[in-house]
Structures are given as structure tokens and as C-alpha cells.
């Protein structure tokens, strides 16, 4: 039960739905689930580990503001990973990963023309899975899970048809690199795909600081994000 209580509201945080900064009342939560005190209080002890909400005495849950920091310090970490990725596999890769990455892209074609984004969401989130996978090194896939949580909130942020069309050619370019056997092209790719998430959400939270834990901090370009 507390794991399906964390799931849920999770997913709520994630896809915004409960909003960075929002009161977490615990009595709704119990009475919209079904559920009693107990599993709703785990779920929440399970997502303050996460960086998720915030649990103060005597004045309850909040959601947590998105620390620009931690978003940009993970980003690093995947850009490097994911082009280290690419360069083991590409080249080495079976026919498998080549049909799994066309139907990912059909898929994400169909979800931008729904306008579908949270389905577009998943699709994306698969589009780099696949690319791990193909590297058949579980211990990377499992640092990208556990970051998995803020950064996903961070892009549901800025989130908008222009991006998802963006994001699909971004994706294409990496396919692109991938199918024709050009590692360079491919890093270069999916190094850029990153990089412009990042401005475009460094751009957000300096018009959106109040959403940010270091919101107000944000410095220039040149000195707050080697993105770009």
C-alpha cells in the first residue's frame, strides 16, 4: 500500500500536477486513495529521500522547488554517460536495436501529433533506455533511475508543442548518427540535445525564479551552466 501511495504521488510531483512550493494535505490524500494515515506518511518520509517534499514539524509536507543546481549537475552526468553509451555500442549493435529505436521514434511522432505529452514523456524516457540497454551495463541505467525523479520534473517544466517537435529532431539526429555508424555524429548529437534542455531550462527559471530553491541565484550564462 505505502508503495502505491508513493507512486502515485510521485507521479502527481513529476508531472506537476502537485507543483513545486504546494501544501501536501494529508487528510485529502487519504480520503482521494482510500487509504489510512499510516502509508501516506511512509510514502511521504520515501519522497523527502528523493528530494521531493519537504517535511517540516509542525507545519507539514510541501512539495519541494526544484534545485537548478542538482538538475544541472545530474544533466552532466548523463550527457557524459549517455555519449560514452554511444561510443561502446555504435557499430557493434544488432538489427534488435536498430527496429526498436525506429518504432520509439514512430511513437513519439504520434504523441507530439496528440499533443499527448505526458505519453510523449514515457516515449522519450524508452528513446534513451533503449540506448542503455544496448550497453548491457545495468549499475549506468541504475544513476540515471535515481535522478530520474527531479530531472523529469525539471523538463516537464518547460514542456510545450515547440519542444516536443524540437526534441524529436534532436532524437532523429542521434538516430541518424546511430544508423549510420558515425560515432562522432551521434555523440555530437545527443551532446546538443542535452545542452539546449538546459538552456532552455536555465532560461525558465530565471523568469520562474519562485519555482526554484536557488531560483534567485542563477548567474549568467557564461558562469552558471557549462551547457551551450
Keep these: 500500500m505505502t508503495t502505491e501511495v508513493t507512486n502515485v504521488l510521485r507521479h502527481a510531483i513529476v508531472s506537476l ?10 487528510s485529502l490524500v487519504c480520503e482521494q486513495l482510500g487509504v489510512s494515515r499510516f502509508p501516506v506518511s511512509e510514502a511521504l518520509a520515501r519522497l523527502q529521500t528523493e528530494g521531493l517534499v519537504d517535511i517540516a514539524p509542525q507545519r507539514g509536507s510541501t512539495v519541494s522547488l526544484v534545485r537548478i543546481a542538482d538538475v544541472r ?14 561510443r561502446v555500442f555504435i557499430g557493434r549493435h544488432d538489427s534488435g536495436l536498430i527496429d526498436a529505436l525506429h518504432t520509439n521514434m514512430a ?19 524508452e528513446f534513451h533506455d533503449i540506448i542503455y540497454r544496448a550497453m548491457e551495463f545495468t549499475k549506468i541505467k541504475g544513476i540515471i533511475d535515481s535522478a530520474r525523479a527531479n530531472l523529469d ?54 523568469e520562474h525564479p519562485e519555482l526554484f530553491a536557488d531560483g534567485a541565484t542563477l548567474g549568467t550564462d557564461s558562469d552558471s551552466f557549462p551547457f551551450g
Design 17 to 26: 500536477a502537485l507543483p513545486p512550493g504546494s501544501a501536501i494535505d494529508k
Design 73 to 86: 549537475e545530474y544533466m552532466l552526468i548523463r550527457k557524459g554517460l549517455e555519449s560514452e553509451a554511444l
Design 107 to 125: 511513437k513519439q511522432r504520434e504523441a507530439a501529433e496528440r499533443d499527448d505529452a505526458e505519453t510523449f514523456h514515457e516515449i522519450d524516457i
Design 153 to 206: 520534473r525539471a523538463r516537464w517544466l518547460i514542456v510545450t508543442p515547440r519542444r516536443l517537435a524540437i526534441t524529436i529532431a534532436e532524437h532523429q539526429a542521434i538516430f541518424d548518427g546511430i544508423l549510420a555508424g558515425k560515432e562522432q555524429q551521434a555523440i555530437a548529437a545527443i551532446r546538443a540535445h542535452i545542452d539546449a534542455v538546459m538552456v532552455e531550462l536555465f532560461a525558465f527559471a530565471r
